[in-house]
């Protein structure tokens, strides 16, 4: 266990809520990192340091639920969330602790949803402030069953989840998923290639929908609207036709083609696991080659695509977002994830939120404009 000094921060009296006492604030970032989750801490810390007039102390647990499972925390400081609104990844660290897993016993015994309770109770918290995904947000939802006072943060470059029209992170992602495109668009471009950019999205294809318009992919393919290889090989034929040498396609790592979707989710892991190329992408590079003439080139970004400092609208939607869950915290408003319903900075209910993927409508306005672009998706 660590233990940091915290000085309690006591403003003025200018609060808009009437409760003087001091809270005890527990936060964990759970999960695949992303770029604005320090950005968002910092925003929950200062709007705290402004709402709560009995000061704040705060208990930052290391390394995600697993820091709240064996007690791994820090009493952290506001000089702790001082110049990290830039910074990307975590000062708290992350894992991924599978939400499955929560209810069976680690290897020594040890009753995990127990064991989180009652280190909740041991720092005597008033709330417990969880920035995660989908899987975490079906843990946070689980405390908050089990008695506990929760407020949780829409985190996730896939943009997936449920309840909140924009997740932070996501958007930064874009960011760099784009930039991948345009350099392959030089390069595509002097050699007359076809090139594929495999962006990250196993479930949902928004990453790869943005970065793909936004680069002017010629082809994407998402997991939403499953491809068959002859209308990919066509788009391409067309594209020579019209005298364009190269082509790009963003393709998301969870793309499938329409007769693998017919699987059952046995029998596709199960072919998954037969695969003998690494990736969809060099699936499909292989493919492309083999029934056609293109020199095709594959790139996968992979992680860089969560790496790096966060983009000025992360930052701004993510401090915006985090000061609403002090504003939760300082009305003893619990049990709620923070969300984004247009522009606008709202919340959901934890129970609503639990157990839903977001996904690409395949009839969505977006896709729509993007076919009219003349963008195929195989489909
Ligand atoms: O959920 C975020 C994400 O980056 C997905 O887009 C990707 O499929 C997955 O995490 C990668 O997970 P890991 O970092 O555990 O390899």
Same mark, same amino acid.
């Given at each position: 266990?660590?233990?940091?000094?915290? $000085?309690?921060?006591?403003?003025?009296?200018?609060?808009?809520? /009437?409760?003087?006492?001091?809270?005890?604030?527990?936060?964990?970032?759970?999960?695949?990192?992303?770029?604005?989750? #320090?950005?968002?801490?910092?925003?929950?810390?200062?709007?705290?340091?402004?709402?709560?007039?009995?000061?704040?102390?705060?208990?930052?647990? +290391? #390394?995600?639920?697993? /820091?709240?499972?064996?007690?791994?925390?820090?009493?952290?400081?506001?000089?702790?969330?001082?110049?990290?609104?830039? !910074?990307? /990844?975590?000062?708290?660290?992350?894992?991924?602790?599978?939400?499955?897993?929560?209810?069976?016993?680690?290897? #020594?015994?040890?009753?995990?949803?127990?064991?989180?309770?009652?280190?909740?109770?041991?720092?005597?918290?008033?709330?417990?402030?969880?920035?995660? /995904?989908?899987?975490?947000? $079906?843990?946070?939802?689980?405390?908050?069953?089990?008695?506990?006072?929760?407020?949780?943060?829409?985190?996730?470059?896939?943009?997936?989840?449920?309840?909140?029209?924009?997740?932070?992170?996501?958007?930064? &992602?874009?960011?760099?998923?784009?930039?991948?495109?345009?350099?392959?668009?030089?390069?595509?471009?002097?050699?007359?290639?076809?090139?594929?950019?495999?962006?990250?999205?196993?479930?949902?294809?928004?990453?790869?929908?943005?970065?793909?318009?936004?680069?002017?992919?010629?082809?994407?393919?998402?997991?939403?609207?499953?491809?068959?290889?002859?209308?990919?090989?066509?788009?391409?034929?067309?594209?020579?036709?019209?005298?364009?040498?190269?082509?790009?396609? &963003?393709?998301? *790592?969870?793309?499938?083609?329409?007769?693998? @979707?017919?699987?059952?989710?046995?029998?596709?892991? *199960? $072919?998954?696991? #037969?695969?003998?190329?690494?990736?969809?992408? %060099?699936?499909?590079? &292989?493919?492309?080659?083999?029934?056609?003439?293109?020199?095709?080139?594959?790139?996968?970004?992979?992680?860089?695509?969560?790496?790096?400092?966060?983009?000025?609208?992360?930052?701004?939607?993510?401090?915006?977002?985090?000061? $609403?869950?002090? +504003?939760?915290?300082?009305? *003893?408003?619990?049990?709620?994830?923070?969300?984004?319903?247009?522009?606008?900075?709202? !919340?959901?209910?934890?129970?609503?939120?639990?157990?839903?993927?977001? %996904?690409?409508?395949?009839? @969505?306005?977006?896709?729509?404009? &993007?076919?009219?672009?003349?963008?195929?998706?195989?489909?």
């Amino acid at each position: 266990m660590i233990q940091g000094f915290l $000085k309690p921060y006591c403003n003025n009296k200018k609060k808009g809520y /009437g409760d003087t006492s001091m809270k005890r604030i527990g936060m964990l970032t759970s999960g695949g990192d992303c770029q604005s989750l #320090n950005a968002t801490m910092r925003g929950v810390v200062k709007g705290l340091q402004e709402l709560v007039a009995g000061g704040v102390e705060i208990y930052g647990f +290391e #390394n995600g639920y697993k /820091g709240l499972i064996y007690g791994n925390y820090r009493k952290l400081s506001g000089k702790d969330f001082s110049g990290i609104l830039t !910074t990307g /990844g975590t000062i708290l660290g992350t894992s991924r602790q599978p939400f499955k897993q929560m209810r069976v016993p680690d290897e #020594n015994g040890l009753d995990k949803v127990e064991a989180m309770k009652s280190t909740y109770r041991y720092l005597k918290l008033d709330c417990l402030v969880i920035l995660g /995904g989908n899987g975490s947000q $079906k843990t946070a939802n689980l405390l908050r069953e089990e008695g506990l006072n929760i407020v949780s943060l829409p985190k996730t470059i896939d943009n997936d989840l449920w309840g909140t029209d924009m997740t932070f992170g996501f958007q930064s &992602a874009v960011d760099l998923a784009t930039e991948a495109i345009d350099c392959i668009h030089t390069t595509a471009a002097s050699h007359n290639r076809v090139f594929i950019v495999e962006l990250m999205g196993h479930k949902v294809g928004w990453v790869t929908l943005h970065a793909g318009i936004a680069g002017g992919a010629d082809i994407i393919l998402i997991p939403e609207i499953p491809y068959d290889i002859r209308h990919v090989i066509s788009a391409l034929e067309r594209r020579k036709e019209q005298g364009k040498g190269f082509s790009i396609l &963003a393709v998301a *790592e969870g793309a499938i083609s329409k007769e693998d @979707s017919e699987l059952s989710k046995k029998e596709y892991k *199960e $072919k998954l696991k #037969n695969r003998v190329y690494p990736t969809v992408g %060099y699936e499909l590079a &292989a493919q492309i080659e083999a029934m056609t003439d293109f020199e095709v080139r594959v790139t996968v970004p992979g992680h860089t695509q969560r790496g790096g400092q966060p983009c000025p609208f992360d930052r701004v939607i993510s401090s915006r977002l985090g000061v $609403k869950a002090a +504003e939760l915290i300082a009305a *003893e408003d619990y049990g709620k994830m923070v969300s984004m319903k247009g522009y606008e900075i709202t !919340t959901t209910p934890l129970g609503e939120v639990a157990g839903k993927l977001k %996904y690409v409508s395949p009839d @969505s306005d977006i896709v729509k404009q &993007a076919k009219h672009l003349g963008i195929s998706f195989g489909d």
